[in-house]
T-cell receptor, first 114, second 115 residues
Framework: EAQVTQNPRYLITVTGKKLTVTCSQN?????MSWYRQDPGLGLRQIYY???????DKGDVPEGYKVSRKEKRNFPLILESPSPNQTSLYFC?????????????FGPGTRLTVT | AQSVAQPEDQVNVAEGNPLTVKCTYS??????LFWYVQYPNRGLQFLLK??????LVKGSYGFEAEFNKSQTSFHLKKPSALVSDSALYFC?????????????FGIGTKLQVIP
């Protein structure tokens, strides 16, 4: 089954404790992206990747890191999480680098930072 | 900078009635517009997109959207609403901004279909 998977689905952590949220897609997609969803703000793009070893900042990259060492994986790293990073996070992928491609979303990761 | 506006936080419609969820956008260059739906505790699912061509775009689950270039709008429509259509709907634009490829979402519109 074609899908985007994220782990963990739920995570409660404390301020400053490094964490990684994994994202993997099995569709051989070139483009991958991370978003955070907050009430009243919709989804905001954190980082995206056009292909292996190619990443760029989205609208809200501060406090996050990403890497794209393999085509299928695009982990999101919070090196020193803070309470304002409490949010619902989504990973997404699309078939091509072009603007016309729709995205396929993972199920989401709900992160709470205390 | 590109932007998307969804002016209604919530839309209520009776089952069987037509529904419209509004979206306006701003983007440099050609607009690539998308509608996604989010059911509770789920990720977003793609409904339909406008790339070029016919202004009326048909998508999944009987939804369609009308692109209007002069009004910079991309409203989502369905002729007859179902209770199962109740969900959160997002409009999005994909474009180039400052040399970066950006995806901008609206804040979402909650659709409530009343039996």
């Amino acid at each position: 089954e074609a899908q985007v998977t994220q782990n963990p689905r739920y995570l409660i952590t404390v301020t400053g404790k490094k964490l990684t949220v994994t994202c993997s897609q099995n569709m051989n997609h070139e483009y991958m992206s991370w978003y955070r969803q907050d009430p009243g703000l919709g989804l905001r793009q954190i980082y995206y990747s056009m292909n292996v070893e190619v990443t760029d900042k989205g609208d809200v990259p501060e406090g996050y890191k990403v890497s794209r060492k393999e085509k299928r994986n695009f982990p999101l790293i919070l090196e020193s999480p803070s309470p304002n990073q409490t949010s619902l996070y989504f990973c997404a992928s699309s078939a091509g680098q072009g603007l016309s491609h729709e995205q396929y979303f993972g199920p989401g990761t709900r992160l709470t930072v205390t | 900078a590109q932007s998307v506006a969804q002016p209604e936080d919530q839309v209520n419609v009776a089952e069987g009635n037509p529904l419209t969820v509004k979206c306006t956008y701003s983007v440099s260059g050609n607009p690539y517009l998308f509608w996604y739906v989010q059911y509770p505790n789920r990720g977003l699912q793609f409904l339909l997109k406008y790339i070029t061509g016919d202004n009326l775009v048909k998508g999944s689950y009987g939804f369609e959207a009308e692109f209007n270039k002069s009004q910079t709008s991309f409203h989502l429509k369905k002729p007859s609403a179902l209770v199962s259509d109740s969900a959160l709907y997002f409009c999005a634009v994909r474009g180039l901004s400052g040399g970066y490829q950006k995806v901008t979402f609206g804040i979402g519109t909650k659709l409530q279909v009343i039996p």
